[in-house]
């Protein structure tokens, strides 16, 4: 696991679906796609991916830095054939999954990461050359935090 300590909580991740809280992925998934989910948790978003009609010939693979988040995603999803799962850090991919897939989606994710700019970076190294990379995070201006965050994550 990488330097960053944000753990999630399954029982909050576990309530996110694909079409209500990330409809624009909903809406650009086609047949065949191959996609890479970011910081994938316990997969709130994959099984919906690898359950669509589109997957058929397409594969999904989540990937998270947090090993007990990732055994609660391979329990459940395992099976699927076209839905894999890896311990992984996108700030330490490298050039592993350079050109690779056609969508490579983040949703809830580079705001706990330190460098998101470099996450960003390798991301968009992961995606073909005429692939998307999507990512969705939340405007925290409102949000109140109790002790301050730290000063990364209010740079961010």
């Known amino acids: ?10 029982r909050i991740l576990n309530r996110r679906t694909l079409q209500r809280d990330h409809p ?3 809406r650009v998934l086609r047949t065949g796609m191959d996609i890479l989910d970011v910081g994938c948790g316990t997969v709130e978003r994959s ?9 058929r010939n397409g594969m999904a693979l ?5 090993d007990a988040n990732l055994a609660i995603a391979v329990q ?4 699927m054939g076209n839905l894999r799962f890896e311990g992984a850090d996108i700030l330490t991919l490298g050039d592993r999954f350079n ?6 989606t983040a949703a809830g994710t580079i705001q706990w990461i330190s ?9 968009t190294k992961a995606a073909k050359p005429a692939g998307r990379v999507i990512v969705l995070d939340y405007n925290l201006d409102e949000t ?3 002790p301050d965050p730290p000063v990364d994550f209010q740079q961010f």
């Open 76 to 79: 459940q999803y395992g099976g």
């Open 24 to 26: 624009y992925l909903a």
């Open 115 to 123: 460098e998101p700019q470099r996450a960003i970076v390798h991301m």
């Open 99 to 104: 050109n690779r897939f056609d969508i490579v």
């Open 1 to 10: 696991m990488s330097q960053q300590s944000h753990r999630s909580d399954p």
């Open 62 to 66: 989540g990937i998270d830095r947090d």
């Open 47 to 55: 099984p919906l991916i690898s359950q669509k009609q589109w997957a």
């Open 144 to 146: 109140r935090w109790e």
